[in-house]
Nanobody
Framework: QVQLVESGGGLVQPGGSLRLSCAAS????????MAWYRQAPGKERELVAG????????YYVDSVKGRFTISRDNAENTMYLQMNSLKPEDTAVYFC??????????????WGQGTQVTVSS
């Protein structure tokens, strides 16, 4: 069955770094554009970054440009999000899913449990 497992979150001080991982299984990962999303307390889930199937092109929401880097390893069915210069406003639960899930509900795979990122001094 389709499974998305996010990991790598934690508590970090402002200015710190974290690297998130998304392990995918049960579908053709290498054929899908994928994305990272996040949901902060009391807010809707939002798209953070996207990457095409080959990894050659990426997208970032303005608030993370220059600080976050999305990448993927199709041989390992894994996607990553390197987060640098973290700010308190980056605090959220981070999820991975298809990029198309942003606009097409039926394109969404079963959501994983997410990984909590907390940025605080």
């Amino acid at each position: 069955q389709v499974q998305l497992v996010e990991s790598g979150g934690g508590l970090v001080q402002p200015g710190g770094s974290l690297r998130l991982s998304c392990a995918a299984s049960g579908f053709s990962f290498s054929s899908n554009r994928m994305a990272w999303y996040r949901q902060a307390p009391g807010k809707e889930r939002e798209l953070v970054a996207g990457i095409i199937s080959s990894g050659a092109s990426t997208y970032y929401v303005d608030s993370v440009k220059g600080r976050f880097t999305i990448s993927r390893d199709n041989a390992e069915n894994t996607m990553y999000l390197q987060m640098n210069s973290l700010k308190p406003e980056d605090t959220a639960v981070y999820f991975c899913n298809t990029w198309a899930c942003t606009t097409v509900v039926r394109a969404c795979l079963t959501w994983g449990q997410g990984t909590q990122v907390t940025v605080s001094s």
